[in-house]
């Protein structure tokens, strides 16, 4: 079975400096790999992927992450962090479950708080 | 059309009653889901549809019964739920297979957030 970790519960940043948002993987073949974001009380956005291509990937938001095969990682970062950016952030990988269905399975989750 | 709606936004319920939850959307996705979260975790798979059919149950108890009516609409229908059932319940969509769905996110609506009492 595929599998994401995300090995801090919290990061805290300071407005305006660089943040990263560690996620590592294991997968039997090629990974695909998603992050998601959800505000307080809202459902899941939507962020950036990996399927194949360059190891850096540009999303929403200014968000990019950079996946890396020789450490199964796909960390997310932002140059500039902003407050609006406090949020709980999922890193997920697709799983082909048969029957012609794909699922996600997400990591536990990561609260990153960005202080003024 | 990128959206996903979910109704309601809140809901109580009692221990006996009877409710239903309803999920749609028009991006025409031929995939959609139903997930259970509790705060502060990450989603949990509930059930899957492929082509209005359903593909995956995970283990859920027969309380949550899923239906699809047609390609946009997905229901959940709520029965003699527990206490610990209290969560958010949110619904996605996604490209199904043979749509290339293996390289497509999921589209998450913004979920009910659901109290039994």
């Known amino acids: 079975a595929q599998s994401v970790a995300q090995p801090e519960d919290q990061v805290n940043v300071a407005e305006g400096n660089p943040l990263t948002v560690k996620c590592t993987y294991s997968?039997?073949?090629?990974?695909?790999l998603f992050w998601y974001v959800q505000y307080p009380n809202r459902g899941l956005q939507f962020l950036l992927k990996?399927?194949?291509?360059?190891?850096l990937v540009k999303g929403s938001y200014g968000f990019e992450a950079e996946f890396n095969k020789s450490q199964t990682s796909f960390h997310l970062k932002k140059p500039s962090a902003l407050v609006s950016d406090s949020a709980l952030y999922f890193c997920?990988?697709?799983?082909?479950?048969?029957?012609?269905?794909?699922?996600?399975?997400f990591g536990k989750g990561t609260k990153l708080s960005v202080i003024p | 059309d990128t959206e996903v709606t979910q109704t309601p936004k809140h809901l109580v319920m009692g221990m006996t009653n009877k409710k239903s939850l309803k999920c749609e959307q028009h991006m025409g996705h031929r995939a959609m889901y139903w997930y259970k979260q509790k705060a502060k975790k990450p989603p949990e798979l509930m059930f899957v549809y492929s082509y209005e059919k359903l593909s995956i149950n995970e283990s859920v108890p027969s309380r949550f019964s899923p239906e699809c009516p047609n390609s946009s609409l997905l229901n959940l229908h709520l029965h003699a739920l527990q206490p610990e059932d209290s969560a958010l319940y949110l619904c996605a969509s996604s490209q199904g297979k043979g749509q290339g769905g293996l390289y497509n996110e999921q589209f998450f609506g913004p979920g009910t957030r659901l109290t039994v009492l």
């Open positions: 990996y399927i194949t291509g360059d190891n």
């Open positions: 997920a990988v697709r799983d082909y479950s048969g029957a012609g269905s794909y699922q996600l399975t």
């Open positions: 997968v039997s073949g090629n990974p695909y």
